[in-house]
């Protein structure tokens, strides 16, 4: 049987983020089933280089660009392409790329890595609080919060964007929706039928390289330092843990105010690495004694807690968004009142000195992980979605 040829399409953020790790993940486990791959991306890195009047054709382009349009449908005929999978459109990519597919008549499938088509700032947060009020009212809150990065004129695009595409049926122009979790599933379906949703977790692929270290002497938190990630309530919590060292890994705005946190209260048990690159941050994993993610909003699908169950390192999560559907209590991992840091601790001092529950949760990682978030079996699904959804083109 003939193997499908994928354009893959992505807009590439200025800062690099775990959108283009999928991407590059997917596009790798394509290839090596044996399938043709082209990427289209552009890179808001184009914006810099826009004159004057092409920074003020920006929002024009935002709600649909010609020129990916253009272009799209120009790989579509000339590399015979079967399946359009997008990513990232914004903003540069726009949803001109559905009309491109539909054109051409091919089927298109688009990730959803985030809430940005239900929230203009993406995250379901303001002021660092959960904020579903775009869903429950409608999108007008965004402009009147400035919720897409403090900006009154983004917020406008941004709504806009999503408001007149709702408007003339857009979204309904996309054959399948990945989401990567029961619950995002249930938000989108606020916006497209249940029969278009389909879930297919993140995946990494197993490295057979490292082994599980031995140290089990701390706890790990990777990701951005900033109030969302909740390294605030983490080292506050921390600071009530004895004889347990916590490992922090990553930059972001609240790396100043975490490091003088610490040094302030004199907190000896916390080291902060900075940034690390992916080989060292899995050797960090491979011997921590468990991850911890103490986000403060739903999140999407972190791929550094499937890096960790591929591992066998449990995780301990907050009971919030996509966490409590990837971590489940006891088998993989613990949960915390993701807002509480009693509840955090109770569950740190859990895994403090209980070797045979670490044993038997970093059983239960690897067991979720061979079971779900390995590439094989990612492989299974992502193809049986690409089949779904080419019977219904």
């Known amino acids: 049987m003939k193997k499908q040829k994928i354009l893959i399409v992505h807009n590439y953020y200025q800062v690099p983020g775990g959108e283009d790790t999928v991407v590059e993940n997917e596009k ?22 826009k004159g004057v009047l092409g920074k003020l054709a920006l929002p024009f382009e935002t709600i649909f660009s010609m ?26 990519v726009s949803p001109s790329v559905y009309y491109a597919a539909r054109h051409c008549k091919v089927t298109v499938v688009q990730t959803i890595h985030n809430f940005r088509l239900l929230c203009p700032g993406a995250t379901f947060t303001r002021e660092n609080k959960i904020c579903e009020e775009c869903v429950e009212k409608n999108l007008f809150c965004s402009i009147k919060h400035k919720c897409y990065r403090g900006s009154l004129v983004q917020s406008i695009v941004s709504a806009l964007t999503l408001g007149f595409h709702r408007l003339i049926g857009t979204y309904n122009k996309v054959d399948g929706y990945i989401a990567l979790t029961g ?40 990701g951005r330092i ?95 968004g996509n966490l409590p559907s990837i971590i489940n209590e006891m088998e993989n991992g613990l949960l915390f009142k993701y807002n509480d840091k009693n509840s955090l601790i109770e569950k740190i001092n859990i895994l403090k000195d209980d070797s045979e529950l670490i044993k038997k949760l970093s059983a239960g990682a ?12 990612n492989y299974e699904v992502l193809i049986n979605i690409y089949n779904k959804c080419s019977r219904r083109n």
């Open 183 to 222: 619950f995002n599933k249930e938000k989108l379906m606020n916006l497209v039928s249940k029969d278009k949703i389909y879930i297919k977790p993140n995946f990494v692929k197993k490295n057979g390289e490292l082994h599980k270290g031995n140290s089990r002497d701390y706890f790990l938190f990777l």
């Open 67 to 92: 020129k990916t349009y253009k272009d799209v449908k120009k790989i579509i005929k000339k590399e015979n392409i079967d399946i359009v999978h997008v990513h990232n459109t914004l903003p540069l």
């Open 366 to 377: 690897m067991n979720s992980f061979n079971a779900q978030y390995n590439s094989e079996k």
């Open 226 to 320: 900033d109030e969302l990630k909740g390294i605030r309530l983490l080292v506050e919590a921390w600071k009530e843990i004895d004889n347990l060292k916590l490992i922090l890994v990553g930059k972001g705005p609240l790396e100043k105010e975490i490091k003088k946190y610490i040094k302030d209260n004199d907190i000896k048990n916390i080291e902060f690495l900075g940034f690390k690159q992916n080989n060292e941050v899995m050797n960090l994993i491979n011997s921590a004694r468990g991850l911890i993610v103490p986000s403060q909003w739903y999140e999407g699908f972190p791929m550094t807690i499937a890096e960790s169950l591929s591992l066998g390192v449990p995780v301990i999560a907050g009971d919030i």
């Open 28 to 49: 790798n486990l394509l290839l090596e089933n044996g399938h043709e791959v082209v990427l289209y991306t552009r890179h808001n890195d184009e914006i810099k280089s």
